[in-house]
């Protein structure tokens, strides 16, 4: 059942885009022509915690988090239409530990992988939607669950340089009696 997790969680969070909501700030406003170009892939890290219950028993809990390593990665924004064409490689190292102090390490390869978003810029959120992933090469472990969606990065800092994402995921989700409460913190860093 924990590899089960693991490869859901590994393409959950591997892929950038995220489906839920960010908390927005109204008295901040970026310039979208600062975002314009493209920005190469510094960082990316994530880490959080899931439980999952049929109600009266926990079936799972652990903490992951993962960072990506090896980075070739570049995500190129232009405007009329507003698109994000990302394309590029990295490996995703990953390390899961269950409530028993289990540990798990997978380093998974996300490589030849291009994918063109919609995106908008609200006060201070790069808002991303009509996710469409035009190739991958993941590793078979992971490929039939592959999915982009769509949602909302807070940007923590725009400059001439420097493109700070982040979002916070504390969702729970029900399905067939089971329930799962996702926690999770995301962090996403491009240079110029």
Partial sequence: MKKAFLKVFV???SMVTMVSCSKSDEDI???ASDLLGEWNLASY????????????ISLYTGDFEGRAIN?????TFTENPNKANYSGSY??????????GETTQNTYTLDNTTSVVDWELRDNLLILSN???VEVDLPDEISSFTNLGHGD????????????LRKSIDQNFSQGGVTAIIKLEMA???TR
């Fill in 188 to 190: 996403v860093d491009y």
């Fill in 91 to 100: 490996d995703l190292s990953v390390q899961q530990t269950d409530s028993n």
């Fill in 71 to 75: 980075i070739d990665a570049i995500t």
């Fill in 11 to 13: 393409v959950l969070f």
């Fill in 45 to 56: 890290t994530y880490s959080g915690n899931f439980d999952v219950s049929n109600g009266t």
């Fill in 153 to 164: 990065l807070e940007i923590i800092e725009l400059t001439s340089n420097s493109l700070k």
């Fill in 131 to 133: 996710g469409e992933l």
């Fill in 29 to 31: 406003n970026y310039n």
